[in-house]
């Protein structure tokens, strides 16, 4: 498996424009993550799906941000309009649920920088 | 209650000697306690895991310590290589597959 992947690598945007990051899990996995990464902040759990539905989106920071998982291979996180503060790495993270904890897998993020 | 409290921020260890990473907890709920690496440039990635039904699990040169009483977990790096540098993050969880992470350790090994 060539394991999470996301799109695209970098984004470099200016302040209002939309940006959608797009994520793809690993087959079979049932549990997709999004995260932000900052140096104030560290790692944040923004919203995680189980089976396509978004399970908590507590960590969305706000309206402008909005994530959709049409299928079980597919994923997006939307911002509209964006901010130069919404500038950071944002990870996708799948795993499979179950009886017991298991790993999740990153992807290798997306960077963004709103000017 | 939700928090899990690492420290230090960040440390500098001399090539071949000892990196400890300290992670602290409220939520006695929690039931497994992963440890996350991650390189420059790419996403972190599980190094090693720990179950409250034991005090210490070792993987290699990694070794997590784990004091339930004290609601305490730690990571040991012996014999300390520069490939080695990275930052670590601690985490927990309940079993539902949503991790608590703490703020991460930014680790360099100096050769």
């Known amino acids: 498996d060539a394991g999470v992947i996301q799109s695209p690598r970098h984004e470099v945007t200016e302040m209002g424009q939309e940006v959608t990051l797009r994520c793809k899990p690993i087959?079979?996995?049932?549990?997709l993550f999004w995260y932000r990464q900052t140096m104030m902040r560290g790692l944040e759990l923004l919203i995680y799906?189980?089976?396509?539905?978004?399970?908590?989106d507590s960590g969305m920071p706000e309206d402008r941000f909005s994530a959709k998982m049409p299928n079980a291979s597919f994923s997006t996180l939307k911002i509209q309009p964006s901010e130069p503060r919404d500038s950071a790495v944002y990870f996708c993270a799948s795993t499979l649920g179950g009886a017991s904890y298991n790993e999740q897998f990153f992807g290798p993020g997306t960077r963004l920088t709103v000017l | 209650q939700q928090q899990v409290k690492q420290s230090p921020q960040s440390l500098i260890v001399q090539k071949g000697g000892i990196s400890i990473i300290n992670c602290a907890y409220e939520n006695t709920a929690f039931d497994y306690f992963p440890w996350y690496q991650q390189f420059p440039g790419k996403g972190p990635a599980l190094l090693i895991a720990?179950?409250?039904d034991v005090s210490e699990k070792k993987e290699g040169r990694f070794t997590i310590s784990f004091n339930k009483s004290a609601k305490q977990f730690s990571l040991h790096i012996m014999d300390s290589q520069p490939g080695d540098s990275a930052t670590y993050f601690c985490a927990a969880t309940t079993g539902w597959n949503q991790l608590i992470w703490g703020a991460g350790t930014k680790l360099i090994i100096k050769p």
């Open positions: 720990i179950r409250p």
């Open positions: 087959s079979g996995h049932d549990y």
């Open positions: 799906f189980n089976n396509n539905v978004p399970i908590d």
